[in-house]
């Protein structure tokens, strides 16, 4: 009898310990999980920002997450201009944000999103490259489209060269090797033979 009186003392600590872990376990699931912030972006500033007015910053963050409804036309058009932004941190989350809003902004072939699109383009040429072999792909015609108008625009003044704005560009990317260098190269070239289907 003493035996099966410590094999119930057994059983019972085993089944007490067995609940009190299930209600502990049970009490994190009714816990709100903490947002998780997979992003170089500091969280004080991500929560600064996105608990701000709407600026540049703010929308790229709303049209990234796939909001881009809630962000309105001139706050798009803030995100625009601030792609040539020297704050390395944010410029390519601009760029991204611009990739997914570019038909909303490009409206009746506007010049001023041309001329932006292509200053950027010769400003940070590695960067636009890298978009458009990834993110950007998809969205391709349109980048074409721009970039080409925006080439078009840039050399309309007879001493401005195709030429010299692929020595512009190559001038301004930084870490470009030789292969890199004659990409764009060949990518200016061949904006300057693009046909709008």
């Known amino acids: 009898m ?36 997979l992003s170089s972006i500091d969280g004080a500033v991500y929560y600064e920002t996105k608990q701000g007015a709407m600026n540049a910053r703010k929308a790229s963050l709303f049209i990234l997450e796939g909001n881009e409804d809630s962000v309105s036309f001139e706050i798009k058009l803030d995100v625009l201009d601030s792609i040539e932004s020297i704050d390395s941190l944010w410029r390519p989350r601009y760029l991204k944000a611009l990739n997914l809003i570019l038909d909303d902004v490009y409206v009746n072939d506007s010049t001023y999103v041309e001329s932006k699109v292509f200053s950027f383009f010769i400003h940070f040429p590695n960067e636009l490259i890298s978009l ?55 990518f200016i070239t061949e904006l300057s033979k693009y046909e709008e289907v």
């Not at 003392?9 to 709100?32: D, Q």
């Not at 060269?161 to 190269?185: E, F, G, M, P, Y």
């Open 2 to 37: 003493c035996y099966y009186t410590l094999q119930t003392n057994e059983n019972m600590k085993r089944m007490l310990l067995i609940l009190v872990t299930l209600i502990l376990h049970s009490c994190s699931l009714f816990e709100e999980e903490p947002e998780v912030l």
């Open 132 to 186: 458009l072999n990834n993110e950007g792909f998809d969205h391709i015609e349109g980048w074409m489209t721009l970039l080409s108008r925006g080439l078009k625009l840039a050399t309309l003044p007879s001493d401005i060269t195709i030429n010299s704005v692929a020595n512009a560009a190559i001038s301004n990317c930084r870490d470009c090797d030789k292969a890199k260098q004659k990409l764009i190269v060949d």
